[in-house]
């Protein structure tokens, strides 16, 4: 294992070479000529998997149960309770005024 002091000249060796590179100028957006990255098309249908191994059921049997489970989706509200009354009217703290 190296001692940290030979670790730290090191790093502070890698640091300094990196900034002594040339940082590289961007492309002016305006040159016809500039260089560019190659564009890459992919399809947005490269990944689709057709559904045809997929048996259609008759809409009307598909209806037919899932009409007899309780509840929509699991949000059974039925042990909900009405309010008995609706709350008071609080007054209106902007009826005064007169724009």
């Not at 090191?10 to 016809?32: E, I, M, Q, Y």
């Not at 500039?34 to 947005?44: E, G, I, R, T």
Request: aromatic share 4%; proline share 10%; with cysteine.
């Amino acid at each position: 294992m190296l001692p940290s002091r030979v670790l730290g000249v090191l790093l502070l060796c890698a640091v300094g070479a990196a900034a002594g590179a040339a940082p590289a100028r961007p492309s002016d957006p305006l040159d016809a000529a500039a260089s560019a990255p190659a564009l890459q098309y992919v399809s947005a249908f490269a990944g689709y998997k057709s559904d045809a191994a997929v048996k259609a059921e008759d809409w009307k049997q598909t209806n037919a149960a899932i009409g007899k489970q309780p509840g929509h989706a699991g949000h059974d509200m039925g042990s909900m309770k009405a309010p008995d009354k609706p709350a008071d009217k609080s007054p209106d703290p902007h009826a005064g005024h007169r724009h």
